[in-house]
């Protein structure tokens, strides 16, 4: 754990824009520096670093933080190594301190017996002469001693009490391992005896790295009660329903790839990562649940789902899909050829293959669609009234409102149903609006007498241009990163560049060019005073757009001291917004009020 007192000093002496600037070409625009999504390919620059708030809003990808957040997310780092990362840059030495005592964890227990068992199974597979045909296995899978060493693969002897000798003798109760699922109880002579035998042991990871359970695939033949794999019932410190095998080291390479790759089990994430493929997860023998959707939108809202393309997988894929939908997240799917699942062409293809099918992915609803197709579902009224019933689980699945009309529109137009008639299938009215008038979400258009048609970024910008000794000042005090509009930012740019500017430079938008000659137009001469109320006002939406981005950081944060420093980052901002004052469309109203009687006047 690092101390938040270390955490702030590396803040407060970082470099932003130098640090930024490593990754993204960066060009100065007034008091902020702009440059082309790192996140998102875009041709027009829409990505800003503001210094002196030490903060990035990127409006092509949604994306905003500060430096740590920077890192996180665009290389994949955990937020103690993005501290770290600044900290060598900044000159500030950062060390981590233990958390406190162990006795103070009530599972302290509980980890310790799992921690013993892990290490207990991977010496009885490297360094046990027992252990050469689990060894000789993996090499088949073409997992090799440091890739096995790297994940922690271990092997349960063929025997019936090792494990539990070996705890006793370092004092673990085997109340506790009965407990952990690595002890079971005989029901007629009523004798604990190991519950792992002759298996290759997976173990099960939180994202902290802290072994919670194990998984382990057989490796004699199946028989009566003894299945192929085998996990670890639940436990106190282990709910199978919440963890996701792989996510504690694939985690910073699903931010770094901006997806994750689902898969169905611990061969087919390992043999992934084995041949450098290190951003697949897999659900422990159990349907994708909601926990699981919401742990992997921490990381991502994009999964590519990589399952086996028989009946079965294909089920499974749709079943996990609708549960990504419904916790906002978009799914992809991947197909392979018959007869192939991730792991063999890992082995035959290496990563080239795997990537070549994993970049062919297509939308969920998409995949559905062509397999209905390829069925001749659309064929009939008949047909096509089935093939109805089955899009319709996806469509009452996605929580993202635009995705949903993407999805609406796609089914009208295959079914040739009716939106209206669709949504009232799903039992749901048009969504109406969310928001209300206020300085938290001000409408594009304000409705004020006197001033039609004027929203707060386009009133901003008449005020510069009928009263252009402002520029100056408005390029101190306000960036174009808090304004809204792409062409509302590029014609402020443009001011701040040429205070004089009189027609578009070359090179500008369709759409910034006609905003410009609207605006270059509009009679409307708002007075001085107007300026400091508007400019409060762009202040308090921006400030307001960070507190929405805080909050979406908070729920995906996973250190202690990463949520502490969000949560004053909230503080502060929150001060700051109260600092700010009144309202900034009173000045607007007395703006109309005078126009309106200077127009009385002149009739």
């Known amino acids: 754990m690092i101390p938040d007192h270390v955490v702030e000093e590396v803040r407060a002496r970082a470099d932003i824009v130098g640090i930024i600037g490593d990754f993204v070409q960066l060009k100065k625009a007034g008091k902020e520096f702009r440059g082309l999504s790192p996140f998102k390919k875009e041709k027009t620059p829409s990505f800003y670093v503001i210094p002196a708030k030490a903060f990035f809003h990127d409006f092509s990808s949604g994306e905003s933080g500060d430096v740590f957040s920077f890192l996180m997310k665009h290389q994949g780092m955990s937020f103690t190594d993005a501290v770290k990362h600044v900290g060598a840059r900044s000159g500030v030495e950062v060390k981590e301190v233990r958390r406190g005592r162990k006795a103070d964890d009530p599972w302290r227990p509980y980890y310790e017996a799992t921690a013993h068992a892990n290490a207990f199974f991977q010496e009885r597979l490297w360094g046990w002469e027992g252990g050469k045909a689990a060894r000789e296995y993996l090499e088949r899978r073409g997992i090799t001693r ?74 004699g033949p199946e028989g009566k009660g003894a299945p192929k794999y085998l996990n670890s019932p639940e436990s106190p410190i282990f709910q199978k329903g919440e963890i996701l095998y792989g996510l504690s080291w694939a985690g910073n390479h699903i931010r770094r790839q901006g997806a994750a790759l689902l898969v169905e089990g611990f061969m087919d994430a390992l043999s992934l990562a084995a041949v450098g493929v290190a951003h697949a997860v897999a ?274 944060a996973a250190e202690e001291a990463e949520k502490r420093r969000l949560l004053k980052d909230k503080e502060d901002l929150n001060r700051e917004k109260r600092a700010l004052g009144p309202d900034w469309r009173r000045s607007t109203h007395r703006a109309a009020r005078t126009s309106r009687r200077k127009g009385e006047g002149a009739s």
């Open 146 to 219: 440091e890739t096995g060493e790297r994940f922690g693969l271990g092997y349960a002897p063929d025997e019936w009490g090792t494990l539990r000798d070996a705890a006793s003798a370092r004092g673990i109760g085997e109340g506790i391992l009965l407990e952990l699922g690595l002890l079971k109880k005989s029901e007629k002579r009523e004798q604990l005896y190991d519950a792992f035998r002759n298996r290759v042991i997976f173990p099960i990871e939180a994202v902290s790295g802290r072994v919670l359970a194990f998984g382990g695939r057989l490796l």
């Open 283 to 556: 659900p422990l023998g159990t349907a994708l649940t909601e926990a699981h959707a919401r742990l992997l939108g921490r990381y991502t809202k994009q999964v590519r789902i990589l399952f086996d393309n028989d009946a079965a997988g294909q089920r499974a894929t749709f079943r996990a899909a609708d549960t990504l939908l419904g916790q906002g997240l978009h799914a992809w799917v991947a197909t392979l050829p018959k007869g192939e699942d991730p792991d063999s062409v890992a082995r035959s293809g290496g990563a080239a293959a795997l990537n070549e099918f994993v970049s062919q992915s297509v939308d969920v609803l998409d995949r559905k669609i062509a397999i209905l197709e390829e069925r001749e579902y659309f064929s009939s009224v008949g047909n096509t009234r089935d093939a109805l019933d089955r899009l319709l689980s996806t469509l009452r699945a996605v929580k993202d409102p635009q995705l949903r009309d993407i999805y609406l529109s796609k089914v009208a137009n295959v079914t040739g149903v009716q939106i209206d008639t669709l949504k009232a299938e799903l039992h749901e009215a048009p969504r109406p609006e969310r928001g209300r008038p206020g300085p938290a979400t001000l409408p594009r258009r304000m409705p004020l007498p006197g001033v039609q048609g004027l929203g707060l970024d386009r009133y901003f910008l008449l005020v510069l241009l009928k009263n252009r000794d402002w520029i100056e000042q408005a390029g101190e005090r306000v960036g174009p990163s808090d304004l809204e509009d792409g062409a509302f930012r590029a014609i402020f740019e443009w001011l701040i560049d040429d205070p004089e500017l009189a027609v578009p430079p070359e090179g500008a938008t369709p759409e910034a060019m006609q905003r410009f000659e609207e605006l270059s137009g509009n009679r409307e001469v708002p007075p001085d005073e107007v300026f400091e109320d508007v400019a409060r006002g762009i202040d308090v939406r921006t400030i307001d757009r960070r507190l929405e981005a805080l909050d979406i950081q908070m729920q995906g």
